[in-house]
């Protein structure tokens, strides 16, 4: 992505926040600001002197620290282990545990961060592993953090601890640097705001002057859309019947634990829940990925239980995967190429036995167009498009070919505001149509306004359905943990 | 892929001409160090290339050496490290050899004949590496370690079979023994190559088939994409609705079944017989020539003559006195440095794409065009 003409200037002792769409060219400034890749112009100064960041080396040394998204822990290491770990104190010929214990007590217990040295990785929660995240920069002698999308997989409890601990350093005389795109957030935490769109930057405000909405008009350039569906199409006609799915891991342990639902023709059923209680086995059990315990799976009346992935694909299952770069597309490969993915059997990409490439191109046109792809032709690989425009492109896929249900996992995920109306318009469309989907999402503002009806799964169960229009996202974040007194049982 | 741009090319040659080069270099300074002359060497080698048997010979060489290559390639494409390419030929040429010498195949028609032989030639090549495959896909042995056991289990295979009780009878006026030579209705004619003393294998065109055959499957079939797709993020195949398992099995026989062909130019084209001196080792250089034409059936093509020529121009080495290693070394230093390049340019090449896209983003459409 290029960045041009981008002007930040950060305070010391803030919590600055660096919003933009996907693709706006947050990335790219951290990037540069962590030495990972290098301004062809422009400086960047530190305390008023300009710096040359040529690696993340030198992005340390000069006191600056990246939390990352994806948290980067071993977890059969200890706290204390993955802190120290590649910046290791000695004493003599190895590593002074010692001195390197007392110093994380030091900084946990002067930023309030409550975190234990001795701890496994492994034991830790979400929070607890930011937590640590974060104090493994502070280790290195960090006065500015940089943290990534840092409440992205937290639930909105943990994300007022996060806060509170971003507060704690603030006033410890540190200098944070948070992107996000989660705008409450963002109003509540940030005390200067820097709006990036295009690559560049549009606006600086501050949280007193705007409310949410005019700050994301910002960064879009335009109106806003909302989640919601219109009159319900939901019909009497079963499409998905799940009864006694379940599914163990290896260690026989159940992940699914006997869940039955069923969705409807022009239903939407949304699923909320904290990652890792049983969504991505439940996503994979239904596309025949993952093999079942027990429990059959029905659609229109046929029993799928026993068919492969590409049965079910050919019978009327899209999938939009949780993640994309995983399972959704192959990097490396054409947009045309992988229009392809998951309908090598089907028209417009097969015939036959042979690919036609006529027609995967034309239908890879369509797609781009449809779905407004940003792309400057279909030829590029898909890992020079932005995230928000490879999701654009795999949902335009799976809803090709007419399907009958739609499995989709946080299909706005990390996608900007423009090609989240977009989703969500082209499946209310096809909801219309009586499609029936499948909403897996950690956005309860999403799930709230697009489901028909709504559940929450915890340790692999369905606990409680909503209503979702007399739901608010606080009651469910409270079911999502297991702290609410959940809603009637179906 | 569709559109062949000049920036494209280039990008693709840069790697391969970039480690020739380099390559070069590293010769030059051995042989300085060791006291010959560099550019004498070098002229006497590229003497050598004008004489017409020479060329021929290193067509020889080149088919056989393709044929290896395409077999390693198929695997590659699906992230297999068939090591038993070796293994494979060897079972195969000797079996079908001996179906070719056998007696009762007098009687029938050339063609037939031919054909029979090469088609026990794939089988035999499929049936042996389809044990790897198996293993994988039931066992999840790793195809390395069985395809390496594999090819020391075929070495014993052939030494028990070639033998004058079982498959072999003694070769006339030597200590040598192979399968009952291939009369003249079995083997393949050569194709003549004027001013050359030795002709050009005819089974040339069993590897421009190969050749042909191994593109189209993997850019116009369903079964090469999804052979191409569970290479590059088995995941995302899976997602997809690749079975996995039975890609590796087919992607395996398939490989087994081309390296099957390695040892039949040579054998029907001229040795006529299986026996104790039939070249052994293809299977690894055929690793080296998949790696230096990138899987590509073309590149693959330009490897295997480059690889076939550094080998027969070495012969002209032995005259002047200069150690004829320096063309192992050679090829050695190119498989190396070849292996880098590669990646650098496909990192280089990404980068390029990814700032053009933000390019033609920048430039295309501005914010308000897009809200209209």
């Known amino acids: 992505m290029a960045n041009s003409d981008v002007n930040v200037a950060v305070r010391t002792g803030t919590v600055h926040a660096l919003v933009g769409e996907n693709g706006a060219g947050k990335s790219t400034l951290m990037k540069i600001l962590y030495g990972m890749q290098r301004p062809d112009e422009g400086t960047i100064s530190i305390d008023g002197s300009p710096t040359d960041l040529t690696t993340p080396a030198d992005a340390i040394a000069v006191g600056i620290g990246m939390v990352h998204q994806h948290f980067m822990l071993a977890d059969n290491l200890t706290v204390l282990e993955n802190v120290v770990l590649g910046d290791e104190p000695r004493s003599g010929g190895g590593i002074d545990f010692k001195a390197a214990r007392t110093k994380i007590k030091d900084i946990s217990a002067r930023y309030g961060l409550g975190v234990e040295p001795d701890r496994l990785v492994d034991e830790l929660g979400v929070g607890e592993r930011q937590r640590v995240e974060i104090l493994k920069v502070l280790f290195r002698g960090a006065r500015i953090l940089i943290l990534d999308e840092p409440t992205a997989v937290l639930v909105p409890q943990e994300v007022d601890e996060l806060f509170g601990n971003l507060r704690e350093l603030k006033s410890e005389g540190l200098t944070i640097l948070f992107i996000s795109h989660k705008l409450d957030e963002v109003l509540s935490v940030a005390d200067d705001i820097t709006v990036m769109r295009r690559g560049t930057t549009v606006a600086s405000v501050s949280p007193g002057e705007v409310t949410a909405r005019q700050l994301a008009e910002l960064m879009v350039g335009s109106a806003l859309p909302v989640p919601e569906l219109r009159e319900s199409t939901v019909t009497e006609t079963p499409v998905l019947e799940v009864e006694g799915l379940t599914v163990t891991s290896p260690d026989g342990r159940a ?22 209680n049983g969504q991505a086995e439940l996503v994979e059990a239904l596309m025949g990925i993952r093999p079942l315990q027990s429990g059959r799976i029905m659609l229109q009346d046929k029993d799928i239980t026993k068919l492969s992935t590409r049965k079910r694909r050919d019978a009327g299952v899209g999938y939009v995967p949780e993640d994309r770069h995983r399972q959704g597309v192959l990097l490396e490969a054409t947009l045309w190429e992988n229009r392809i993915l998951g309908h090598q059997t089907r028209a417009p990409s097969a015939r036959g036995l042979l690919l036609n490439r006529a027609g995967a191109r034309a239908d890879t046109e369509r797609i781009v167009e449809e779905y407004d792809v940003r792309t400057p032709s279909i030829d590029v690989a898909a890992a020079s498009l932005s995230g928000g425009n490879q999701q654009k492109l795999i949902v335009g896929r799976e809803m090709s070919g007419d399907p009958v249900l ?3 996992s946080h299909p706005t995920r990390g996608v900007d505001v423009g090609a989240q109306a977009a989703i969500w318009e082209q499946i209310r469309k096809a909801r219309a149509e009586h499609l029936a989907v499948l909403l897996i999402s950690a956005d309860l503002d999403e799930l709230i306004g697009m489901s028909d009806s709504l559940a ?11 209503d979702p229009t007399a739901v608010t996202p606080e009651e469910l974040g409270s079911a999502m943990t297991g702290a609410g007194d959940g809603g009637p049982h179906d | 892929m569709g559109r062949i741009s000049l920036r494209s090319v280039g990008l693709g040659l840069a790697a391969p001409v970039g480690a020739l080069v380099f390559a070069l270099l590293v010769c030059g300074v051995i042989l300085s160090i060791t006291g010959h002359p560099p550019f004498s060497v070098a002229e006497d080698m590229i003497g050598s290339l ?23 390639a198929i695997g590659f494409k699906m992230r297999l490290f068939n090591i038993g390419v070796d293994g494979q030929y060897r079972l195969a040429a000797m079996l079908a050899a001996a179906l070719a010498g056998a007696s009762f195949m007098e009687s029938l028609p050339s063609v037939v004949r031919i054909l029979l032989t090469i088609l026990a030639a794939m089988l035999v090549g499929a049936v042996w590496s389809g044990i790897a495959g198996f293993l994988k896909v039931t066992r999840g042995v790793s195809e390395v370690i ?39 209705g079995g083997q393949v004619p050569g194709i003549p190559y004027s001013g050359s003393s030795s002709d050009v294998y005819g089974l040339v065109a069993l590897a421009a088939v190969v050749g042909v055959a191994y593109w189209f499957m993997l850019n116009r079939t369903r079964f090469g994409f999804d052979l191409k797709a569970t290479g590059e993020s088995e995941s995302a195949a899976v997602a997809s609705g690749v079975n996995v398992k039975k890609m590796v099995l087919a992607s395996m026989l398939l490989s087994g079944a081309v390296a099957g062909l390695v040892g039949l130019p040579q054998l029907l084209g001229d040795s006529h017989s299986y026996a104790l001196d039939f070249p052994a080792g293809l299977g690894f250089t055929g690793i080296a020539i998949a790696l230096l034409g990138r899987n590509h059936p073309i590149g693959m093509a330009f490897a295997a003559f480059l690889w076939g020529a550094l080998d027969q121009t070495s012969n002209v080495l032995d005259l002047s006195g200069v150690p004829k290693e320096i063309v192992v070394i050679m090829q050695g230093v190119i498989v190396l440095s070849v292996v880098i390049a590669y990646e650098l340019v496909r990192r280089y090449k990404l980068r390029l794409e990814q700032r053009d896209v933000g390019r033609a983003l920048g430039t295309t459409k501005t914010p308000e065009e897009v809200q209209g």
């Open chain 1, 456 to 466: 929450v799964i915890l340790r692999g169960k369905l606990v409680a359905s909503y």
């Open chain 2, 50 to 72: 004008e004489r017409p048997r020479t060329i021929a010979n290193s067509l020889n060489s080149a088919t056989t050496y393709y044929l290896s290559a395409v077999a390693v």
């Open chain 2, 146 to 184: 069985s395809t390496i056991m594999l090819n020391a289990i075929a070495t014993a295979l052939v030494a028990f079979l070639l033998n004058p009780d079982r498959l072999a009878v003694t070769v006339a006026g030597s200590n040598n023994i192979g399968t009952a030579p291939i009369t003249e």
């Open chain 1, 406 to 408: 739609l499995i989709a």
């Open chain 1, 255 to 276: 992940v699914l634990d006997a869940m039955s639902f069923t969705i409807h023709a022009g239903e939407v059923l949304g699923i909320a829940g904290v990652e890792g």
